[in-house]
């Protein structure tokens, strides 16, 4: 029998729920027939689900049909959660899409047909609520084919009609049905795999009219697709059952998975860190309940218990990972915490909801210490607000929505990111070129390997990659870019991997700063259905929004307005449409993508994001000079790098006068190795031996001599006040050489041992001392502070370092207070110089902790003093009364 994977589909309300009901019931798989409005549909078994009436999360059901065993998946119609429904056409052998004979296609049903031509998805298609008024089987069937495609065909016609429809289809097949008069079955469910033909069906599910017609179409027509012996999955979904165990959800594309099989990420090329976990559980669902089988073959859905390191869109084995949803979230939310309720503890909460639902993005916004949601719409902030107090009881509110800008570029740039701290070296080289609306980020290289070895290379495209850009105008996502490797340099010695993150980052941002940047703002597709009457009143309402509309039409007594506008005008005109159409006016509005917004200075304006003062993304450089590092202005870059790139952007290219035939080098010159090797031989007999200069940084340019003004730095007054000492934990103890020592033993013991000695510098100083860890590398690290005695501890978060800890708490306390910062870091010194605050290097803190230690052995000295003179006096007066007794 055939194995399919059958994904149900629809525009809100078509039937989509109560179609799958009647296809359970007519298959045997229930032995009730569920309705949506009687809150008791197989499907809907989560209570917000037969609450609201709608389908929120995908769900699944096995039924059989003759010549098939059939895995039926039931997925959310409602625009805001689209993305579940998205990631669920990945597993999908074919798809019905659900269409209401009375509206026809709607809004979100061309989303969808775009959605499943991308995925190259065969489709078949249910005109279901053919018993209503106003349902004309012609018409629809006319509507689809004009709005969809012109191969949508009416399989329930006659045989030779549905033949001769197939078979101009196809050239091959014309020829056959010409030659023959017939086709085979096999013919049309080759056109329905090519997605050259669309079967369609027409009745109601609700009367089950039509349900068994579809059923016997699908069993028959519906293709299997040809699977590899080798293991491959595809993780489409990642929930947790009543119990709260982690279920991983799949669809097996090749090979089988048995229990407690090891699975893994493991593929050649891949980047990320590698796991491996086993399969405790194989779990076969069919609505709320599942059967447990020690191996899932290949087609089949299983949920997998044991695994906590997949996500949604992942591929395992020859899979490749999902590239990205189609549909982003256009707004974003601030996530108010009721009184009392720690962020830190929240935030890992809500990290287990956007593990599950990768469309829902959890961001922390470190500057203003706040969570922010970015969702698609109101519905799915609704059920994000019941889903926190029902799984974590947390009575949480949402502040007024925000649009969620991109950024692009209009011209063609170049940007260098250069890092030379001491001991540290990398330097990049990037084209940032402009793409059309809607290309995303596309990455790629062109330097030479010999100029930059490949690892480094993949190395550099990993962080572009890894991480969302900000771009220079609101700090909003950069997009719609293609951004290229052309030069970059390492160090044979000095050069980490951390070094090419810390210059590909700044050379994306040098080269921001240079172009012309564009706002994008998302845009709308709206359907409008209002009564006549109204319509001027909505045509006047959209060319105020800066929208545009096409001519009206009219349906039965309402007309409908379908258009496009800015979600930032649109996004609360439903509120306005049932107020001014009193209830019997409905808005319906699909994400259609990103445009340049229309008022893009006030925008940025109202943002007040000033690129230059991101310390968390900084434009500018670190080059080294006289043995440190110095930061160097992102408009200095250029004149200072190492590694000449060859790009001439906006300059006219020079032409050669050449008088004979122009000939490459290759042509010149056609010399063996060997000759080379005694060329090389004799000229360094006659020269001397020839030095390789394969790193050699450009010296500083000198001052004019006519300069006789001295270089200025301006330093920011200290504050008065008190005093705050902060230091760099691991900078010091590398330093002083007993820590160091300590630390090749047992870091831990060298970090007590620093942190005790600060205890007693704050005693004897009377400052408040904060001591900063590095934690960048500890995976999922989400930062914390301590108190230790009388001073405060930090361990910084992942992927942050303590330098830039340290630079913003100096930047946020130099306001109000005193600061010293206790460091050896030549770039750190320079920056936290420019914040007003007082430099202290690693070997000048020593001296001053080693005369901390001697005025505290002096006072302690002081103070035993009188006891001992207390205690003397007290044994000269019983050795006395012992001698008057004798």
Request: charged fraction near 25%.
């Amino acid at each position: 029998m055939k194995k399919l994977v059958v994904g149900i589909l629809a525009h809100v309300d078509a039937g989509k729920t109560t179609l799958s009901e009647a296809m359970l019931y007519r298959s045997g798989a229930v032995r009730r027939l569920g309705r949506v409005d009687h809150a008791d549909a197989f499907l809907d078994t989560d209570a917000m689900e037969r609450e609201r009436g709608i389908t929120i999360f995908s769900k699944q059901a096995r039924m059989t049909l003759p010549g098939a065993e059939v895995t039926l998946l039931d997925t959310p119609g409602h625009v805001d959660f689209s993305a579940e429904m998205e990631r669920t056409l990945r597993v999908l052998d074919c798809a019905v899409l659900v269409i209401s004979g009375t509206d026809g296609v709607q809004g979100h049903t061309r989303t969808l047909w775009r959605l499943l031509e991308r995925y190259h998805v065969p489709v078949f298609l249910f005109v279901n609520k053919m018993d209503l008024a106003g349902a004309d089987r012609e018409r629809v069937l006319a509507e689809l084919k004009a709005s969809l495609s012109p191969a949508i065909t009416d399989f329930a016609a006659p045989e030779e009609a549905l033949w001769e429809e197939a078979a101009v289809c196809d050239e091959g097949l014309l020829e056959k049905y010409l030659s023959q008069g017939r086709l085979e079955e096999g013919d049309l469910t080759g056109l329905i795999a090519r997605r050259a033909i669309f079967p369609c069906w027409f009745g109601a599910a609700l009367k089950l009219t039509g349900v068994d017609a579809f059923l016997e179409g699908l069993g028959r027509y519906a293709p299997m697709p040809d699977y590899p012996a080798e293991f491959g999955a595809r993780v489409f979904k990642v929930s947790r059952d009543a119990q709260g165990t982690r279920l991983t959800w799949m669809k097996i594309t090749g090979g089988a998975l048995r229990v407690k099989e090891t699975v893994t990420n493991r593929r050649p090329g891949r980047a990320e860190e590698i796991w491996e976990e086993k399969a405790d559980q194989l779990r076969l669902y069919s609505g709320a309940k599942f059967q447990p089988t020690e191996q899932a073959e290949v087609g089949t859905v299983c949920a997998v218990t044991g695994l906590t390191r997949t996500l949604p869109g992942q591929g395992l084995g020859f899979e490749d990972d999902w590239s990205g949803p189609v549909l982003e979230p256009v707004l974003t939310y601030q996530v108010c915490l009721p009184e009392g309720v720690d962020p830190h503890t929240a935030l890992l909460k809500l990290r287990q909801l956007e593990e599950e639902d990768p469309q829902l993005h959890i961001v922390w916004d470190e500057h203003l210490r706040q969570i922010h949601a970015q969702l698609m719409g109101p519905v799915q902030m609704e059920i994000l607000d019941n889903l926190i107090q029902e799984r974590f009881g947390m009575e949480v509110t949402f502040g007024e929505g925000d649009i969620l800008y991109r950024e692009t570029i209009a011209a063609p740039v170049a940007g260098i990111g250069h890092f030379e701290p001491l001991r540290h070296y990398a330097e990049v080289h990037l084209l940032l070129e402009p793409l059309p609306t809607g290309s995303g980020l596309v990455l790629t290289s062109a330097c030479p390997e010999d100029q930059l070895d490949r690892n480094w290379q993949r190395l550099v495209l990993t962080h572009l990659s890894e991480r969302e850009h900000p771009g220079v105008l609101v700090g909003a996502p950069i997009t719609d870019m293609k951004i290229t490797l052309v030069a970059g340099r390492a160090h044979v010695k000095h050069t980490e991997g951390g070094d090419f993150r810390q210059a590909t980052y700044r050379a994306v941002r040098q080269g921001l700063m240079q172009a012309e940047s564009i706002l994008l703002e998302p845009w709308y597709d709206f359907t409008l259905e209002l009564p006549a009457p109204l319509v001027g009143r909505a045509l006047s309402d959209v060319q105020r929004m800066g929208g545009e509309t096409e001519p009206p039409q009219t349906v039965g007594e309402m007309t409908v307005l379908t258009g496009r506008a800015p979600v930032s005008a649109m996004r609360n005109y439903a509120r306005e449409v049932t107020a001014y159409t009193r209830g019997t006016g409905q808005l319906q509005c699909v994400f259609r993508g990103y445009a340049p917004c229309a008022d893009q200075a006030s925008v940025v304006e109202a943002a007040g994001y000033d690129p230059e003062r991101d310390v968390d993304n900084p434009p500018d450089s670190v080059f080294c000079e006289h043995g440190a590092g110095v930061t160097v202005k992102w408009q200095d870059v250029p004149a200072r790098a190492h590694v000449e790139s060859g790009l001439r952007l906006g300059e006219p290219e020079e032409k050669e006068e050449s008088t004979g035939p122009d000939r490459s080098r290759g042509e010149r010159y056609a010399g063996t190795l060997a000759q080379d090797k005694e060329l090389m031989a004799i000229f360094e007999r006659t020269y001397g031996p020839v030095k390789q200069r394969s790193f050699q940084p450009p010296r500083s340019p000198r001052r004019p001599e006519s300069s006789a003004e001295p270089d200025k730095r301006h330093i920011r007054p200290q504050k008065g006040g008190e005093e705050y000492l902060l230091v760099d934990g691991y900078n010091i103890i590398f330093a002083w050489d007993d820590l160091k020592a300590v630390a090749r033993d047992n870091l831990d013991a060298a970090r007590k041992q620093l942190c005790d000695l600060l205890c007693n510098y704050q005693g004897v100083r009377k400052c408040h001392v904060i001591v900063v860890f590095d934690a960048y590398k500890v995976k999922g690290g989400l930062g914390s502070v301590e108190k230790y005695h009388n001073i405060h501890v930090v361990y910084t978060k992942e992927a942050e370092t303590a330098d830039a800890y340290i630079e913003k708490a100096t930047y946020e306390i130099g306001r109000e207070h005193r600061v010293k910062v206790a460091t050896s870091d030549g770039p750190e010194q320079l920056i936290i110089l420019g914040h007003g605050a007082l430099r202290l290097s690693a070997t000048a803190f020593r001296a001053e902790m080693e005369e901390t230690m001697r005025q505290m052995a002096a006072a302690l000295e002081r103070n035993n003093r009188p006891h001992r003179q207390r205690s003397l006096g007290k044994a000269m007066e019983k050795a006395m009364e012992g001698e008057e007794q004798t």
